[in-house]
């Protein structure tokens, strides 16, 4: 199948509409029939400022990058972007076109 990675980025403890953003992605994600997504938390990294973040055992409230991915189609693409730009969530993203599947037939 061909479709896209579709892939957001934010900060670990990044709120929206009172919730963790990148659970409100995930949820608004499978409200909408997106068949699934997953979230990743990254362990060091640095942004657009140049200032390095790495995980450690005092840190309370994490600034660390969650990866927040879907592998769609086009339209579910378009849906998700339309969606975090109508809401105003503050996210970075990257699409790129891919090929994807299963090593199995599905039963």
């Given at each position: ?6 892939r ?51 840190e ?22 339309a969606?975090?730009?109508e ?8 699409r ?12």
């Amino acid at each position: 199948m061909n479709g896209y990675a579709l892939r957001f980025y934010m900060h670990e403890s990044q709120k929206h509409r009172g919730m963790l953003l990148y659970e409100w992605l995930l949820e608004q994600a499978r409200h909408r029939g997106i068949h699934g997504g997953s979230a990743f938390r990254a362990i060091a990294g640095f942004g657009r400022h140049g200032r390095m973040q790495e995980q450690s055992f005092f840190e309370l409230a994490s600034e660390l990058t969650v990866l927040v991915e879907f592998l769609v189609s086009a339209e579910e693409a378009d849906t998700l972007l339309a969606l975090a730009s109508e809401d105003k969530a503050p996210l970075f993203w990257s699409r790129y076109a891919i090929e994807y599947g299963t090593t199995t037939p599905r039963a």
